[in-house]
């Protein structure tokens, strides 16, 4: 260990009671004897805890069917989400919206992203307004065990095949090991072939076999040097899937103006797509602190950040880049229609 790994030790140590979840940058995290004694799935059982205790405070957010469909699979879907003239004036404006998106390539697979902060709705109304319907907001508070805003985007995923490499996202994967929320209102119908969202159903249900499978695969993190496993998001096969009783994943073909809001520290992935596709959908993602005891501000309502955290947030990240304090994952591309295949 280097001095410098010495005097971090504390703040290494404190992130504990954080979503910090990474077995490589963290070495309390990732310590082999911390988690012989059984660390991570002590972290697990009590954020699984901590999500309960907060959920059961938001029951009244979001209708019994909704709350029923949650607790059974760990995703809920609605469909004809929006009023159809709501939905028509959202395609229409998300096509030929031209700006200058943020873009992440992922094998086949590159990602295109801007927000729908309040402040974007003098230019893009409709998908503001569907980005920001009370009845998706209150789902992924629920979903996400967090009573606090998420974060909005126009998010558009264009495969090709040809570009070769494996995308991550395709393998069976949870992304964190608490409660969160992903959500995607889909702009145009989805179909088997069209790189369809996955999800084993009843997968972010943490029992005694879960846990057994989290202290193994916290092992292997420990052991691992850089693989998305020891970043803390943790792979799955299908054997972990007979071992633990679940079923395979269930395939989300979906007609366009469905909504699926999903716990995403349950076990999903995205089909591979062996076409070239174009999928565009208004996107939804809140992750927070997984300790907390949800009776603290959120910082996203204050009255100024709460018309544009995206925008905020994307300030925070370019400073951060130049700073040299993260690498620029999500740089930014020159405008185009958002609806352009042209990618980088
Ligand atoms: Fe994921």
Not at 38 to 55: I, K, S, T, Y
Not at 255 to 283: C, Q, W
Request: net charge positive; charged share 25%; hydrophobic share 45%.
């Amino acid at each position: 260990m280097r001095p410098l790994d010495v005097l971090r030790l504390p703040l290494d140590a404190l992130a504990l009671a954080s979503g910090a979840k990474s077995f490589v940058r963290n070495p309390v995290i990732g310590s082999r004897r911390l988690n012989e004694w059984g660390l991570h799935p002590r972290r697990v059982a009590l954020a699984e805890r901590m999500a309960a205790a907060r959920r059961a405070r938001m029951a009244h957010l979001i209708p019994a069917e909704d709350r029923d469909a949650f607790s059974r699979d760990g995703f809920v879907v609605k469909t004809d989400f929006l009023p159809a003239d709501l939905f028509a004036q959202a395609v229409a404006e998300a096509h030929a919206h031209v700006a200058a998106p943020r873009e992440m390539r992922q094998g086949p697979a590159v990602t295109r992203r801007i927000h729908l902060d309040r402040v974007d709705a003098d230019r893009l109304p409709a998908c503001v307004a569907a980005a920001h319907d009370p009845r998706f907001d209150a789902l992924m508070r629920y979903v996400s065990s967090h009573d606090v805003a998420s974060l909005r985007q126009l998010q558009i995923v264009i495969a090709d095949p040809d570009r070769g490499a494996v995308d991550p996202q395709t393998a069976l994967h949870l992304d964190t090991f608490h409660a969160n929320a992903k959500a995607w209102l889909f702009l145009q119908d989805v179909g088997p072939d069209d790189g369809p969202f996955a999800y084993v159903p009843g997968s972010h249900i943490i029992d005694a076999p879960r846990l057994a499978w989290e202290q193994e695969q916290a092992l292997k993190a420990c052991d691992d040097g850089k693989s998305y496993h020891a970043r803390g998001s943790f792979r799955a096969t299908a054997d972990d899937l007979a071992r633990l009783g679940l079923p395979p994943p269930r395939v989300m073909t979906v007609k366009a103006n469905t909504l699926v809001v999903a716990d995403t520290h349950g076990f999903h992935a995205r089909t591979p797509s062996p076409k070239p596709t174009l999928r565009m959908e208004i996107y939804a993602t809140s992750r927070r602190n997984p300790f907390s005891p949800g009776i603290g501000l959120d910082y996203m309502a204050l009255p100024w950040v709460r018309e544009r955290p995206g925008r905020l947030l994307d300030a925070a990240l370019d400073q951060a880049v130049r700073l040299g304090l993260v690498s620029n994952s999500w740089p930014r591309v020159a405008p185009r229609r958002m609806d352009s295949p042209d990618v980088g």
